[in-house]
């Protein structure tokens, strides 16, 4: 049986802010901007090189979303930055379309 080569579902084009947590050793938090994304993954563009095949966790907390990703590849798009293609462990159907409570002020944590 043949499989097709390549991606299964449509990227967007959308710039979404999302924050990267470096699962290594040194549990670097990034702040990124999408430039596509699809359910299943993003593109980001960032200042840091990523190694493929590493694990970090991505949140965009506007749009909900919370998920541990693979770095599938890192490419050097300009002398210091890299876009960064991210595969998401669950599947995200609703990357910043926007939501019923984005008028409610955000509550700050109490930790």
Known sequence: MHVPAGRYEKRTERAVTVEVLRL???????RMVTENVS??????????????????LV????????S???????????STKFAVGLQLVVRVE???????????PIEKSHH
């Open 24 to 30: 290594d050793e040194s549990q670097l938090n990034v």
């Open 39 to 56: 359910p299943r993954g993003a593109r980001v563009v960032t200042d840091c090189n990523c190694a493929p095949g590493k694990h970090v």
């Open 59 to 66: 949140t965009a907390l506007e749009e909900g979303v919370k």
């Open 68 to 78: 541990l990703a693979r770095v599938v590849y890192c490419q050097r798009v300009e």
């Open 94 to 104: 609703e990357w910043g379309k926007p939501t019923r409570h984005e008028s409610l």
